[in-house]
Protein backbone atom coordinates (compact mmCIF):
# COMPACT_ATOMS: atom_id res chain seq x y z
CA UNK A 1 0.00 0.00 0.00
CA UNK A 2 1.16 3.37 -0.83
CA UNK A 3 0.29 6.59 -0.32
CA UNK A 4 -1.42 7.16 -2.79
CA UNK A 5 -3.68 4.90 -1.58
CA UNK A 6 -4.47 6.18 1.92
CA UNK A 7 -6.13 9.14 3.54
CA UNK A 8 -3.99 11.78 5.35
CA UNK A 9 -3.74 9.94 8.50
CA UNK A 10 -2.40 7.05 6.55
CA UNK A 11 -5.23 4.57 6.42
CA UNK A 12 -6.28 2.91 3.06
CA UNK A 13 -8.98 4.22 1.73
CA UNK A 14 -11.83 2.01 1.28
CA UNK A 15 -12.90 2.42 -1.69
CA UNK A 16 -9.28 1.51 -2.84
CA UNK A 17 -10.16 -2.08 -0.43
CA UNK A 18 -13.00 -2.41 -1.94
CA UNK A 19 -11.40 -2.11 -5.25
CA UNK A 20 -9.32 -4.74 -4.74
CA UNK A 21 -11.59 -7.12 -3.30
CA UNK A 22 -14.21 -7.09 -6.95
CA UNK A 23 -10.90 -7.68 -8.75
CA UNK A 24 -10.70 -10.76 -7.15
CA UNK A 25 -14.02 -11.45 -7.22
CA UNK A 26 -14.10 -10.97 -11.24
CA UNK A 27 -11.07 -12.56 -12.09
CA UNK A 28 -12.02 -16.15 -9.81
CA UNK A 29 -15.87 -15.80 -11.42
CA UNK A 30 -14.79 -15.13 -14.81
CA UNK A 31 -12.10 -18.11 -14.98
CA UNK A 32 -14.66 -20.54 -13.48
CA UNK A 33 -17.88 -19.49 -15.96
CA UNK A 34 -14.90 -20.36 -18.69
CA UNK A 35 -14.27 -23.53 -17.15
CA UNK A 36 -16.08 -25.50 -20.21
CA UNK A 37 -16.60 -25.73 -23.74
CA UNK A 38 -18.81 -22.97 -25.01
CA UNK A 39 -19.77 -19.33 -25.70
CA UNK A 40 -16.92 -17.25 -24.02
CA UNK A 41 -18.17 -14.88 -21.17
CA UNK A 42 -16.86 -12.16 -18.46
CA UNK A 43 -18.66 -12.02 -14.84
CA UNK A 44 -20.46 -8.84 -14.02
CA UNK A 45 -20.57 -7.78 -10.68
CA UNK A 46 -24.32 -7.59 -9.62
CA UNK A 47 -23.70 -7.58 -5.72
CA UNK A 48 -22.07 -6.89 -2.90
CA UNK A 49 -23.34 -8.14 0.36
CA UNK A 50 -22.62 -6.54 3.62
CA UNK A 51 -18.66 -6.11 3.63
CA UNK A 52 -16.83 -5.01 6.83
CA UNK A 53 -13.62 -3.13 7.61
CA UNK A 54 -12.69 -5.37 10.36
CA UNK A 55 -9.01 -3.32 11.12
CA UNK A 56 -7.18 -0.57 9.27
CA UNK A 57 -4.43 -0.91 6.69
CA UNK A 58 -1.80 1.33 6.76
CA UNK A 59 1.01 2.53 4.28
CA UNK A 60 3.43 0.31 3.73
CA UNK A 61 1.52 -3.16 4.44
CA UNK A 62 0.93 -5.65 2.00
CA UNK A 63 -2.55 -6.61 1.35
CA UNK A 64 -3.76 -10.46 0.25
CA UNK A 65 -6.92 -10.85 -1.47
CA UNK A 66 -8.02 -14.20 -1.13
CA UNK A 67 -11.03 -15.29 -3.23
CA UNK A 68 -13.61 -18.57 -3.10
CA UNK A 69 -16.63 -19.63 -4.87
CA UNK A 70 -19.09 -20.51 -2.48
CA UNK A 71 -22.26 -21.06 -4.40
CA UNK A 72 -23.26 -21.30 -7.94
CA UNK A 73 -27.07 -21.21 -9.74
CA UNK A 74 -27.89 -21.31 -13.19
CA UNK A 75 -26.84 -17.76 -13.87
CA UNK A 76 -25.30 -16.52 -10.80
CA UNK A 77 -21.96 -16.86 -8.80
CA UNK A 78 -21.26 -16.40 -5.16
CA UNK A 79 -17.64 -15.13 -4.42
CA UNK A 80 -16.27 -14.71 -0.77
CA UNK A 81 -13.32 -12.79 -0.17
CA UNK A 82 -10.83 -12.60 2.83
CA UNK A 83 -8.61 -9.75 2.87
CA UNK A 84 -5.51 -10.02 4.86
CA UNK A 85 -3.03 -7.14 5.66
CA UNK A 86 0.93 -8.14 5.97
CA UNK A 87 3.40 -6.26 8.20
CA UNK A 88 6.47 -6.88 6.00
CA UNK A 89 8.72 -6.15 8.67
CA UNK A 90 7.67 -8.28 11.15
CA UNK A 91 5.49 -10.71 9.07
CA UNK A 92 2.07 -10.20 11.08
CA UNK A 93 -0.91 -10.31 9.40
CA UNK A 94 -4.33 -9.84 10.43
CA UNK A 95 -7.62 -9.96 8.29
CA UNK A 96 -8.63 -6.69 7.52
CA UNK A 97 -12.30 -7.28 5.52
CA UNK A 98 -14.33 -9.86 4.55
CA UNK A 99 -17.22 -9.70 1.72
CA UNK A 100 -19.55 -11.50 -0.41
CA UNK A 101 -20.14 -11.16 -3.92
CA UNK A 102 -22.69 -11.95 -6.61
CA UNK A 103 -21.74 -11.54 -10.45
CA UNK A 104 -23.26 -13.00 -13.50
CA UNK A 105 -21.44 -14.32 -17.01
CA UNK A 106 -21.86 -11.80 -19.81
CA UNK A 107 -21.86 -13.50 -23.46
CA UNK A 108 -18.56 -11.56 -24.90
CA UNK A 109 -20.91 -11.62 -28.70
CA UNK A 110 -24.14 -10.11 -26.89
CA UNK A 111 -23.37 -8.32 -23.97
CA UNK A 112 -27.60 -8.82 -23.00
CA UNK A 113 -26.96 -12.80 -22.95
CA UNK A 114 -26.54 -13.77 -19.55
CA UNK A 115 -24.85 -17.15 -19.49
CA UNK A 116 -25.33 -20.55 -17.57
CA UNK A 117 -23.04 -21.28 -14.87
CA UNK A 118 -21.46 -24.06 -14.27
CA UNK A 119 -22.16 -25.96 -11.05
CA UNK A 120 -19.60 -26.51 -8.78
CA UNK A 121 -19.09 -29.91 -6.54
CA UNK A 122 -20.18 -28.74 -2.58
CA UNK A 123 -18.56 -30.52 0.41
CA UNK A 124 -21.95 -31.07 1.77
CA UNK A 125 -25.61 -31.23 1.25
CA UNK A 126 -26.42 -28.63 4.15
CA UNK A 127 -23.47 -26.16 2.51
CA UNK A 128 -25.79 -26.36 -0.93
CA UNK A 129 -28.64 -25.57 0.99
CA UNK A 130 -27.00 -22.75 3.26
CA UNK A 131 -25.80 -21.34 0.01
CA UNK A 132 -29.74 -21.57 -1.91
CA UNK A 133 -31.17 -19.60 1.44
CA UNK A 134 -28.42 -16.66 0.75
CA UNK A 135 -29.12 -16.49 -2.70
CA UNK A 136 -33.01 -16.24 -2.48
CA UNK A 137 -32.37 -13.53 -0.10
CA UNK A 138 -30.24 -11.64 -1.39
CA UNK A 139 -32.46 -11.99 -4.71
CA UNK A 140 -35.40 -10.50 -2.86
CA UNK A 141 -33.69 -7.64 -1.16
CA UNK A 142 -32.61 -6.59 -4.97
CA UNK A 143 -36.19 -5.94 -5.84
CA UNK A 144 -36.65 -4.28 -2.51
CA UNK A 145 -33.77 -2.14 -3.00
CA UNK A 146 -34.60 -1.10 -6.65
CA UNK A 147 -38.75 -0.09 -5.15
CA UNK A 148 -36.66 2.80 -3.25
CA UNK A 149 -34.65 3.78 -6.06
CA UNK A 150 -36.69 7.03 -7.30
CA UNK A 151 -35.03 9.47 -4.66
CA UNK A 152 -32.84 12.31 -5.77
CA UNK A 153 -31.03 14.41 -4.02
CA UNK A 154 -31.03 17.98 -4.08
CA UNK A 155 -28.68 21.26 -3.24
CA UNK A 156 -29.64 22.91 -0.34
CA UNK A 157 -28.84 26.72 -0.12
CA UNK A 158 -26.56 27.80 3.15
CA UNK A 159 -27.74 24.68 5.30
CA UNK A 160 -27.46 24.86 8.81
CA UNK A 161 -24.15 22.73 10.61
CA UNK A 162 -24.66 18.63 11.18
CA UNK A 163 -27.85 18.64 9.20
CA UNK A 164 -28.34 16.50 6.03
CA UNK A 165 -27.63 19.10 3.46
CA UNK A 166 -24.76 20.61 5.13
CA UNK A 167 -22.55 17.51 4.36
CA UNK A 168 -24.34 16.02 1.38
CA UNK A 169 -21.96 15.89 -1.51
CA UNK A 170 -21.81 15.09 -5.19
CA UNK A 171 -19.04 13.71 -7.76
CA UNK A 172 -19.27 13.68 -11.51
CA UNK A 173 -16.77 11.19 -13.97
CA UNK A 174 -16.71 11.00 -16.85
CA UNK A 175 -16.61 7.04 -18.07
CA UNK A 176 -13.04 6.24 -19.95
CA UNK A 177 -11.33 3.09 -21.67
CA UNK A 178 -9.19 2.51 -18.34
CA UNK A 179 -12.44 2.61 -16.65
CA UNK A 180 -14.34 -0.58 -18.65
CA UNK A 181 -14.64 -4.20 -19.00
CA UNK A 182 -13.67 -5.97 -22.15
CA UNK A 183 -17.52 -5.47 -22.84
CA UNK A 184 -17.26 -1.57 -22.42
CA UNK A 185 -18.74 -1.06 -19.32
CA UNK A 186 -17.52 0.28 -16.22
CA UNK A 187 -15.60 -2.11 -13.63
CA UNK A 188 -17.84 -2.63 -10.71
CA UNK A 189 -14.76 -2.22 -8.14
CA UNK A 190 -13.88 1.74 -10.34
CA UNK A 191 -17.66 2.54 -9.16
CA UNK A 192 -17.53 1.28 -5.34
CA UNK A 193 -14.27 2.97 -5.24
CA UNK A 194 -15.84 6.45 -6.14
CA UNK A 195 -18.69 5.51 -4.34
CA UNK A 196 -16.77 5.39 -0.88
CA UNK A 197 -14.65 8.90 -2.28
CA UNK A 198 -18.28 10.39 -1.60
CA UNK A 199 -19.15 8.95 1.34
CA UNK A 200 -16.22 9.72 2.81
CA UNK A 201 -16.40 13.26 2.44
CA UNK A 202 -19.82 13.25 3.45
CA UNK A 203 -18.81 11.74 6.47
CA UNK A 204 -15.90 13.79 6.78
CA UNK A 205 -17.58 17.43 6.28
CA UNK A 206 -20.26 15.84 9.21
CA UNK A 207 -17.72 15.46 11.81
CA UNK A 208 -14.47 17.42 10.49
CA UNK A 209 -11.98 14.70 11.82
CA UNK A 210 -10.20 12.06 10.66
CA UNK A 211 -13.29 9.26 9.01
CA UNK A 212 -12.35 5.59 8.31
CA UNK A 213 -15.28 3.08 6.27
CA UNK A 214 -16.47 0.82 8.76
CA UNK A 215 -18.64 -1.34 6.29
CA UNK A 216 -20.87 -1.51 3.39
CA UNK A 217 -24.36 -2.63 3.47
CA UNK A 218 -25.26 -4.26 0.17
CA UNK A 219 -24.30 -2.39 -2.80
CA UNK A 220 -26.90 -3.49 -5.68
CA UNK A 221 -25.79 -2.97 -9.12
CA UNK A 222 -29.08 -1.94 -11.15
CA UNK A 223 -28.05 -1.52 -14.38
CA UNK A 224 -24.64 -1.36 -16.53
CA UNK A 225 -22.63 1.77 -17.07
CA UNK A 226 -21.51 2.13 -20.34
CA UNK A 227 -18.25 3.61 -21.37
CA UNK A 228 -19.12 7.47 -22.42
CA UNK A 229 -21.46 7.97 -19.95
CA UNK A 230 -21.42 10.82 -17.51
CA UNK A 231 -22.17 9.12 -14.07
CA UNK A 232 -23.29 11.33 -10.86
CA UNK A 233 -21.81 10.54 -7.51
CA UNK A 234 -24.23 11.21 -4.84
CA UNK A 235 -23.97 11.21 -1.28
CA UNK A 236 -26.09 11.88 1.87
CA UNK A 237 -26.12 11.07 5.62
CA UNK A 238 -29.31 9.59 7.15
CA UNK A 239 -28.20 8.30 10.32
CA UNK A 240 -26.07 8.64 13.14
CA UNK A 241 -25.37 6.75 16.40
CA UNK A 242 -22.89 7.93 19.22
CA UNK A 243 -20.08 6.21 17.14
CA UNK A 244 -20.94 5.37 13.46
CA UNK A 245 -22.23 7.54 10.40
CA UNK A 246 -24.65 6.00 7.72
CA UNK A 247 -24.42 7.42 4.08
CA UNK A 248 -26.69 6.30 1.79
CA UNK A 249 -24.83 6.77 -1.92
CA UNK A 250 -26.45 6.46 -5.74
CA UNK A 251 -24.31 6.09 -8.59
CA UNK A 252 -26.95 8.15 -11.53
CA UNK A 253 -26.05 7.34 -15.10
CA UNK A 254 -26.37 10.08 -18.34
CA UNK A 255 -25.72 8.31 -21.75
CA UNK A 256 -24.38 10.75 -24.72
CA UNK A 257 -22.35 8.41 -26.65
CA UNK A 258 -24.35 6.28 -29.24
CA UNK A 259 -27.72 6.06 -28.12
CA UNK A 260 -29.69 8.67 -26.36
CA UNK A 261 -31.04 7.89 -23.31
CA UNK A 262 -32.95 9.18 -19.92
CA UNK A 263 -30.89 9.04 -17.11
CA UNK A 264 -31.13 5.85 -14.53
CA UNK A 265 -30.32 5.15 -11.32
CA UNK A 266 -27.14 2.52 -11.82
CA UNK A 267 -25.94 1.64 -8.41
CA UNK A 268 -26.99 2.17 -4.68
CA UNK A 269 -25.63 1.41 -1.30
CA UNK A 270 -25.21 2.77 2.33
CA UNK A 271 -21.69 2.80 3.97
CA UNK A 272 -21.16 3.15 7.26
CA UNK A 273 -18.15 5.59 8.41
CA UNK A 274 -16.78 5.90 12.45
CA UNK A 275 -14.84 9.36 13.72
CA UNK A 276 -11.06 8.38 14.49
CA UNK A 277 -8.69 10.44 16.68
CA UNK A 278 -4.91 11.58 15.71
CA UNK A 279 -4.22 8.32 17.54
CA UNK A 280 -6.84 6.06 15.60
CA UNK A 281 -9.61 5.73 18.93
CA UNK A 282 -13.14 5.74 18.24
CA UNK A 283 -14.71 9.57 18.79
CA UNK A 284 -18.30 10.59 19.28
CA UNK A 285 -20.29 10.97 16.26
CA UNK A 286 -22.34 14.65 16.05
CA UNK A 287 -25.86 14.04 15.72
CA UNK A 288 -27.32 14.55 12.65
CA UNK A 289 -30.37 17.45 12.79
CA UNK A 290 -33.45 15.62 10.67
CA UNK A 291 -35.62 18.28 9.19
CA UNK A 292 -38.36 16.89 6.74
CA UNK A 293 -40.39 14.05 7.31
CA UNK A 294 -38.09 12.17 4.48
CA UNK A 295 -35.16 13.06 6.54
CA UNK A 296 -37.04 11.83 9.73
CA UNK A 297 -38.09 8.61 7.77
CA UNK A 298 -34.48 7.89 6.78
CA UNK A 299 -33.42 8.74 9.74
CA UNK A 300 -35.69 5.81 11.21
CA UNK A 301 -35.04 3.14 8.72
CA UNK A 302 -31.04 3.74 9.28
CA UNK A 303 -31.50 3.39 13.05
CA UNK A 304 -33.23 -0.12 11.84
CA UNK A 305 -30.51 -0.86 9.73
CA UNK A 306 -27.72 -0.25 12.99
CA UNK A 307 -29.56 -2.20 15.33
CA UNK A 308 -30.87 -5.24 12.96
CA UNK A 309 -26.99 -5.33 12.45
CA UNK A 310 -25.67 -4.90 15.87
CA UNK A 311 -28.13 -8.03 16.94
CA UNK A 312 -26.32 -10.06 14.60
CA UNK A 313 -22.95 -9.12 15.83
CA UNK A 314 -24.04 -9.59 19.21
CA UNK A 315 -25.48 -13.27 18.43
CA UNK A 316 -22.08 -14.06 16.56
CA UNK A 317 -20.08 -13.23 19.12
CA UNK A 318 -22.31 -15.15 21.62
CA UNK A 319 -20.14 -18.47 20.73
CA UNK A 320 -16.11 -16.91 21.04
CA UNK A 321 -17.43 -15.72 24.49
CA UNK A 322 -18.54 -19.05 25.44
CA UNK A 323 -15.32 -20.57 24.99
Given at each position: ??????????????????????E???????????????????????????????????????????????????????????????????????????????????????????????????????????????????????????????????????????????????L?????????????????????????????????R?????????????????????????????????????????????????????E??????????????????????????????????????R????????????????????????Q
Open positions: MRPDDANIAGNVHGGTILKMIEAGAIISTRHCNSQAGEHCVAALARVERTDFLSPMCIGEVAHVCAEITYTSKRSVEVQVNVLSENILTGAKRVTNRATLWYVPLSLKNVDKVLEVPPIQYASKELEEEGKKRYDEQKLERLVTKERNGDIIFPVINPEPYTVGYSQSSIHLVGPSDCTLHGFVHGGVTMKLMDEVAGIVAAHCKTNIVTASVDAINFHEKIKKGCVITISGRMTFTSNKSMEIEVFVDADPFVDPKERYRAVSAFFTYVSLSKEGKPLPVPQLLVETEDEKRFEDGKGRYLQTKAKRQVQMQPLTQ
